[in-house]
């Protein structure tokens, strides 16, 4: 399996950040290149294209605190090789929304994901969850909140049932027959899988188990790491249905690393480029191409 080699760029000392296109904030304080709610996902207004575009003026513009799922204030991680891998993170996600993060491999985008629930520990007060550094909260609470689904599916010994399961059985909470039922048909999964093992899914079959087994957890956001990389088109299709669905009638926060531009353009709602663990733009999907930094549009050119 092909997974991102999270390398970036060797600190100088002392490290400046040079290129980062937002600037930095202490949490609360909002800032005026905050990406701002979608509404209907129909559209953004004049004011909401201007702060995804960095090009705010602080006047009101921003997105109030409730309407924030994740605040993110001067991310940075290095590796104990003296590597910046990110550098000085600030971004506010909203609720309900699809962000897509794309970029060169090594430029963070693994490392981003995976401190939104702490498979990587961030430091304190850098990444809050409705206002609350997740630090501070249960890790395992969060990551039921948080549920993330990986570039492979891997599945418990047993059926597709006991997987589904796992999760609330791990509180104390047994599903009922219906609710695996509904479960299963959220993910696109008909009743015929409830009894079948993992031996006999394909591997499209079995990402949709997973992240059956995930939504049972009854998550607020969703995390994909490259979800689709390993299926088919016809797989690709059924699990970016089922995504788009679940945005629309649960209102689900979801934020996906993917190396496929088109598959961004055809969900995500805004797509935020990192390059050498900075974010250098954020766009909207169909103005990717309007991306202004060097490296960004090289990436941008090669991948289309």
């Known amino acids: 399996m092909m997974q991102e080699v999270e390398l970036g760029q060797a600190l100088p000392p002392p490290y400046k950040n040079h290129h980062a296109s937002l600037p930095s904030s202490t949490h609360p304080v909002p800032y005026s290149t905050q990406i701002t709610p979608m509404g209907s996902y129909s559209g953004l207004d004049e004011a909401e294209e201007r702060l995804l575009t960095g090009d705010g003026n602080g006047n009101g513009n921003e997105i109030s605190s409730s309407d924030v799922k994740f605040e993110i204030r001067d991310l940075t991680r290095i590796s104990d090789k003296s590597v910046l891998i990110l550098n000085k993170l600030n971004i506010d996600i909203p609720k309900g929304v699809i962000m897509g993060v794309i970029g060169p491999s090594g430029s963070g985008k693994s490392t981003f994901l995976r401190a939104l629930n702490r498979l990587w520990e961030p430091p304190s ?157 954020i766009l909207k999907p169909d103005r990717l191409s309007e991306a202004k930094h060097p490296m960004a549009l090289k990436f941008l050119e090669l991948s289309n």
């Open 125 to 281: 007060q850098s990444v809050f969850l409705d206002g609350k550094d997740i630090t501070d909260l249960d890790v395992l609470s969060l990551r039921r909140r948080v549920g993330m689904l990986f570039q492979l599916p891997a599945l418990f010994e047993g059926t597709v049932a006991d997987n589904v399961r796992y999760g609330p059985q791990l509180r104390g909470k047994k599903l009922a027959d219906n609710e695996v039922y509904k479960l299963l048909t959220l993910a696109d999964l008909d009743s015929t899988f409830f009894s079948k093992s993992g031996s006999e899914l394909s591997v499209g079959q079995a990402q949709r188990v997973a992240l059956a087994r995930t939504l049972a957890n009854e998550p607020e956001v969703l995390l994909l790491d490259e979800p689709t990389s390993a299926l088919d088109p016809i797989s690709t299709q059924n699990i970016e249905d089922v995504l788009v669905k679940l945005k629309k009638e649960k209102g689900m926060t979801m934020v996906m690393v993917s190396h496929s531009i088109k598959q961004i353009q055809r969900i995500a709602d805004v797509v935020c480029l990192l390059v050498g663990g900075e974010i250098v733009e």
